[in-house]
């Protein structure tokens, strides 16, 4: 069967390493510097630690991590790869732009890598149910079949290098952005004293955005931190020239605000929390 390699074992990269090795894969991971947390989820996904050298001996290597770490991953699997005669495909699956995709893609210059651009639009892999889906750039020899084999849902876009990274910041632009849009202004309803009044008013005009806001803000608290960068990405995705830019700058913003919070004092979460819980209809 497959033998892969995943760097990054948070919930999404363990995720998909537990669906791989479910279905009789072997997933290599460095887990060097990492926290004891880490460990333990890439233990109980089935992941085997290997030293840096050994990622190499995979047949495809996969960086699923934050954003902000994309760049020095992929030098990390360039300097393993320039000294192996035949070193194996490396798939980028990062909320990073095309332009970071371009950068990151310079660095295996000369080391003979198939570098292939990649993007994951859902949740975590969960056992007995569909997706994530991922979307793949620039595979034309194919690389991202053994995946396919092995559980997980590939689509292939005919776009060169940067396609697959474009499509996962406009989607995460509308999705993150959604919740970000949602969190700030619940939070400036309660500071105004207006929070109840916006709760009844979503809820009986906007019932599916009210839906929506309900799961996806509780949901994002523990995954803050790791939406600033993407924010940051789709800015720069948008460019200097379109004013929207400044929009995902401030949703960086928020983001990164509320990261502290969760971190520290909790008391903007639970302004969200109580803002969120469901209204009592009376006896």
């Keep these: 069967m497959p033998n892969f390699a995943i760097i990054g074992a948070g919930a999404m990269g363990s995720a998909v390493a537990k669906r791989l090795v479910d279905h009789g894969a072997t997933v290599l991971t460095y887990l060097e510097g990492r926290s004891e947390q880490t460990i333990a989820r890439a233990a109980a996904a089935g992941m085997a630690p290997v030293g840096s050298e050994d990622l190499a001996k995979a047949e495809l290597i996969l960086s699923i991590v934050p954003p902000a770490e994309a760049i020095s991953v992929a030098g990390l699997v360039a300097e393993i790869s320039s000294r192996v005669r035949s070193p194996p495909p490396f798939i980028d699956l990062n909320a990073i732009s095309p332009k970071t995709m371009q950068a990151l893609a310079a660095r295996f210059e ?30 034309t020899a194919g690389r991202s079949r053994l ?55 979503l809820t009986d005009s906007l019932p599916d955005f009210e839906r929506k806001l309900s799961k996806s803000i509780p949901d994002m608290y523990p995954k803050a931190y790791r939406w600033i960068a993407e924010m940051q990405e789709i800015a720069d995705f948008l460019g200097e020239d379109d004013p929207a830019a400044t929009i995902f700058r401030g949703m960086a913003g928020v983001f990164s605000k509320l990261a502290e919070d969760v971190e ?20």
Excluded at 115 to 136: C, E, F, K, M
Excluded at 264 to 282: F, K, M, N, Y
């Design 110 to 139: 000369g080391c003979g890598v198939d570098v292939l651009d990649g993007a994951i639009i859902g949740g975590p892999p969960v056992p007995g149910r569909p997706g994530p889906t991922i979307y793949i750039s620039g595979d």
């Design 147 to 201: 995946l396919v084999d092995c559980g997980l849902t590939v689509r292939r876009l005919d776009g060169p290098l940067g396609a697959a990274s474009a499509l996962k910041m406009c989607y995460a632009g509308i999705n993150k952005g959604f919740t970000g849009l949602g969190a700030a202004m619940l939070l400036a309803a309660s500071r105004s004293g207006a929070a109840e009044s916006l709760k009844a008013e």
């Design 264 to 283: 520290g004092s909790h008391a903007l979460v639970r302004q969200l929390d109580d803002i969120l819980a469901p209204r009592e209809t009376g006896a």
